[in-house]
């Protein structure tokens, strides 16, 4: 294999030989100021997903290892996220039917699932499957699911009971539980959620969710929080992983695999989104399909070592370029600090609250809850803050599975709907100029007499042909002056369908009945084709199809003789 080669599939190989002690020392501080928030975050979206908290570490230790061998952004950190964790809960409980056993297996199981379908994606050049989820339903999906993973926290901050059902079910079984919380908890929980978001506020650098992870051990010491019914994580596994195979029935594969999708199809919107980001900031580019091949082998690794499903997160990756991160040496540093916590410290965090979990869990997907990103797309009043509010609510009542497939539903119905629907329009002549434009927007522009000019405003297509065809045919009969020609600009339709071909097809013979001449201009390359290859340029003649709205109406002004035999054969 070439060196080009090599370094396409392997990135690392390109940029470790030009790093420089100086980036070195720049990407160590950034990799460890990086393990301070990921231990305790990894292990708060552990409990999320309901596997133990060392499966988050064996994750957050394999993505961002091979992550770095294999992926072209320079500062993602591909660990545990909130929102697959929550996806990954979704996708297992069901399956496991109260087997903790098999609750374990099947989420390694999982992450490899969605490792290859990653990798297949990638291999397939589908880097650009993350845009099939339009970006306000996406953000309406991720707002509910931060609202849903807030909630779910609740016990763990209050000393409740846990509760079941979808959001608006588990706020209420909180409402009607308020009489059982432990004063004491509520007491952690509040001061931990206030102490991230005010260091957040005033040393946006120190690693907030790790001083809570030590204050709250302290403090259950010093307190004797445990004595007061305020739980703690426990005994935790600790020592490095092993390499093993998840054994999943073959009864639970295509389940397995089937809900690994759509994890799959968030995270890669999530993590291209991520890596474009910091990409652009400083100033290079990153490859999605090699992005998708190194997050199926990140996920891989991540399974094999028995962890859970990982990928691009914004706050880690925001938190590592915060950190000075020049390049994926960080996330190596990161992973290197993740081994040595779960060799030697793990024994140190048995008496962390949980309290104090769930409040990193809160502070950690608080982000996500965008609230000025939807009045933004209120103030623009262009539909979509239905979108994302639709989504929103999808994920709230129907859960974060049903949900995800209800609002890629959604965005694809909401495309259907634009293209099926686009809005036409009748163009005339800027005075003075040979500019063709919309004359409703132009009000001042001149309609060339006895000539309708009309421009479809997308491509056309099965959904849209008999509308299209409705409408013009609607606008010959409103004419105000007898019609001699039907001008079609295609201009904003570079490709048509078969239903299309026979719609216009169907106008042709129409329009000649009326003693009304079509013409065609500005056609696209892959139509004229369609056109030549269907007779349809034979039929109409291959001098009315024009390569610029100008040309067709100059000939049609030219052909005045043309225009008397009209006018004679209409009286």
């Not at 845009?131 to 609740?154: R, Y």
Request: glycine share 10%.
């Amino acid at each position: 294999m070439s060196r080009r080669a090599t370094s396409r599939f392997i990135p690392i190989s390109d940029w470790l030989p030009h790093s420089t002690p100086k980036t070195i020392r720049a990407d160590v501080i950034a990799g460890i100021a990086l393990a301070g928030l990921l231990v305790p975050e990894a292990m708060a979206y552990a409990g999320i997903a309901g596997v133990p908290p060392q499966m988050g570490l064996y994750a957050a230790m394999a993505g961002m290892f091979v992550y770095a061998l294999f992926g072209t952004s320079r500062q993602l950190a591909v660990t545990p996220t909130s929102s697959s964790a929550a996806m990954l809960a979704a996708l297992v409980a069901p399956i496991a039917v109260g087997d903790s056993t098999r609750y374990v297996v099947l989420a390694s199981g999982a992450a490899i699932a969605a490792g290859i379908i990653f990798l297949a994606g990638g291999l397939l050049k589908l880097g650009a499957v993350s845009e099939f989820i339009s970006k306000p339903v996406l953000k309406g999906f991720v707002f509910g699911l931060a609202l849903t993973i807030m909630v779910k926290q609740t016990h763990k901050l209050t000393g409740i009971s846990s509760g079941q059902g979808n959001f608006f079910q588990l706020v209420w079984h909180v409402i009607t539980s308020v009489k059982e919380a432990n004063l004491w908890a509520c007491v952690v929980g509040a001061t931990a959620i206030a102490v991230m978001f005010l260091l957040g506020a005033l040393a946006p650098r120190v690693p907030s969710a790790l001083v809570v992870l030590v204050l709250g051990v302290l403090f259950v010491s010093w307190l004797g929080l445990k004595q007061r019914d305020v739980e703690v994580v426990g005994t935790i596994q600790a020592g490095m992983p092993s390499l093993s195979i998840p054994r999943i029935g073959e009864d639970q594969v295509a389940d397995v695999f089937v809900g690994a999708i759509g994890i799959a199809l968030v995270l890669t919107a999530e993590s291209l989104a991520a890596g474009r980001t910091f990409a652009a900031k400083h100033k290079y580019e990153v490859n999605p399909n090699q992005e998708l091949c190194a997050m199926g082998a990140a996920n891989i690794a991540s399974g094999l070592f028995g962890g859970i499903i990982v990928g691009g997160g914004m706050s880690g990756t925001a938190a590592n370029d915060s950190g000075g991160a020049r390049t994926q040496l960080s996330t190596i540093t990161s992973s290197l600090f993740v081994c040595l916590t779960l060799a030697y410290l793990l024994p140190l965090i048995r008496n962390l609250p949980e309290a104090a979990l769930g409040a990193i869990v809160i502070h950690a997907v608080a982000h996500l809850a965008d609230v000025d990103t939807l009045r933004y797309y209120a103030k623009l009043r262009s539909g979509s803050i239905w979108g994302a509010l639709i989504a929103l609510f999808g994920v709230l009542q129907m859960g974060i599975l049903k949900g995800l497939i209800f609002a890629v539903a959604l965005t694809l119905v909401g495309v259907m709907g634009k293209l099926s629907a686009p809005q036409d329009s009748v163009l005339g002549r800027l005075a003075g100029s040979g500019n063709f434009v919309d004359i409703d927007r132009h009000p001042g522009a001149e309609q060339i007499p006895h000539l309708l000019i009309f421009r479809p405003n997308g491509m056309l297509f099965f959904a849209n042909a008999n509308r299209v065809r409705n409408h013009l045919r609607d606008l010959t009969k409103q004419s105000d002056t007898p019609l001699h020609a039907v001008l079609i600009n295609l201009e904003a339709s570079p490709e048509i369908d078969v239903t299309s071909l026979e719609m216009v097809e169907q106008m042709r013979g129409e329009l000649e009945e009326s003693n009304i001449v079509l013409y065609f201009a500005r056609v696209a390359d892959r139509v004229r084709d369609l056109f030549d290859r269907s007779g349809f340029t034979e039929r109409i003649g291959s001098h009315r199809i024009f390569p610029g709205v100008d040309l067709a109406v100059n000939a049609f002004l030219k052909d005045g003789a043309h225009a008397e035999k009209l006018d004679q054969a209409r009286t």
